[in-house]
């Protein structure tokens, strides 16, 4: 669930110490695993080792994502390369979008991946904020990108 929301380092701490527990979560994502007990100089050397290889190389470059002549930049919060007033749920939902630009989203998607809870009560919430968000990207030209599929949720126009 991290990694789909994040490219920050994960150190996995743990009082396991087996070796396939280990290789499990290495390969489920996590970037290191340190067992229990341990010495703090350690745990900062490996924090200090996963800082300095997030901070280099190509995953600077994965704040800015493209589709069109939208420019989302995921660390301002920017789209279109400029600000657009659109709360944390709109932009969100954009961004889950961008992210996977040919995917057909169903609400109840969209709806988890905004609000990082299950969908429960209404799907009616996503239609408002994707009309919301299509107003407010107007001026630009650009609220025609998102797409209604009948009976099924959103997309990206290709």
């Known amino acids: ?73 995921t660390e301002a919060r920017t789209a279109a390369g400029r600000p657009v007033k659109l709360t944390r749920l709109e932009y969100d939902i954009v961004e889950v979008l961008v992210r996977r630009p040919r995917k057909v989203f169903t609400k109840q998607e969209l709806f988890r991946a905004a609000w990082n809870e299950d969908c429960v009560v209404e799907e009616k919430a996503v239609n408002v904020h994707m009309s919301n968000i299509r107003g407010k990207l107007k001026p630009s030209g650009t609220d025609g990108y998102i797409e209604t599929v009948w009976g099924i949720g959103f997309k990206l126009a290709p």
């Open 1 to 73: 669930e991290i990694r789909a929301r994040s490219d920050a380092p994960v150190i996995v701490v743990s009082a396991r110490t087996g070796t396939a527990d280990k290789v499990e979560l290495l390969k489920l994502g996590a970037d290191d695993y340190l067992t229990k007990p341990f010495d703090l100089d350690e745990l900062h050397a490996r924090v200090a080792v996963q800082l300095r290889h997030a901070s280099r190389g190509p995953a600077r470059s994965s704040a800015t994502i493209r589709h069109k002549d939208w420019v989302l930049d």
